[in-house]
T-cell receptor
Framework: AQKITQTQPGMFVQEKEAVTLDCTYD???????LFWYKQPSSGEMIFLIYQGSYDQQNATEGRYSLNFQKARKSANLVISASQLGDSAMYFC?????????????FGKGTSLLVTP | NAGVTQTPKFRILKIGQSMTLQCAQD?????MYWYRQDPGMGLKLIYY???????DKGEVPNGYNVSRSTTEDFPLRLELAAPSQTSVYFC????????????FGNGTRLTVT
């Protein structure tokens, strides 16, 4: 079974600084995909970024980038130039094959607070 | 496009009552999911569907039932509600493509007392 671990329950960062949110995973599948989601206090789940295991480059989307280290089985999210609106829960998830399809298996999340 | 629409947003149930959480998507996605999120936890998969007429259990299916009679709708039924079912429920959908993210509804906050 696949496992996603987010070891940082809470993180603080000052506005305009960069922050790294950790995610490690465990899988025996050679092909897999990793997703990051943001959940603000309003509760909705917002997709941020995707990394495929065979992608040649680390994924980037605007201020979000992934520090993907396949050998270490880590896919850390880097948020550059933090903004107050980045304060939220952040979830790492892995695509998991099931009996008749697939789903995302989520970590427990990291709470990020951006301070002025 | 409305995306994924969940109703209701909030609900309070008494122990033993039943209810149906509604979920509809207008993106012609074949995959649909129900997750629950307990405080301080990630999302746990309850049920999923890969197309109309096909459903399967996830990690935490006990106490729930689903049906998928159309591509658009994927209702979640709670029978004999218990306090352990107090949670936030998310419906999601996606295409069957490797890089496709899940699109989530805004959630239903359910309290069973």
């Amino acid at each position: 079974a696949q496992k996603i671990t987010q070891t940082q329950p809470g993180m603080f960062v000052q506005e305009k600084e960069a922050v790294t949110l950790d995610c490690t995973y465990d899988t025996s599948d050679p092909s897999y995909g990793l997703f990051w989601y943001k959940q603000p206090s309003s509760g909705e789940m917002i997709f941020l970024i995707y990394q495929g295991s065979y992608d040649q480059q680390n994924a980037t989307e605007g201020r979000y980038s992934l520090n993907f280290q396949k050998a270490r089985k880590s896919a850390n999210l880097v948020i550059s130039a933090s903004q107050l609106g980045d304060s939220a829960m952040y979830f790492c998830a892995m695509r998991e094959a099931l009996n008749s399809g697939y789903a995302l298996n989520f970590g427990k999340g990291t709470s990020l607070l951006v301070t002025p | 496009n409305a995306g994924v629409t969940q109703t209701p947003k909030f609900r309070i149930l008494k122990i033993g009552q039943s209810m149906t959480l509604q979920c509809a998507q207008d993106m012609n996605h074949n995959y649909m999911y129900w997750y629950r999120q307990d405080p301080g936890m990630g999302l746990k998969l309850i049920y999923y569907s890969v197309g109309a007429g096909i459903t399967d259990k996830g990690e935490v299916p006990n106490g729930y039932n689903v049906s998928r009679s159309t591509t658009e709708d994927f209702p979640l039924r709670l029978e004999l509600a218990a306090p352990s079912q107090t949670s936030v429920y998310f419906c999601a959908s996606t295409l069957d493509r490797e890089r496709s993210p899940l699109h989530f509804g805004n959630g239903t906050r359910l309290t069973v007392t």
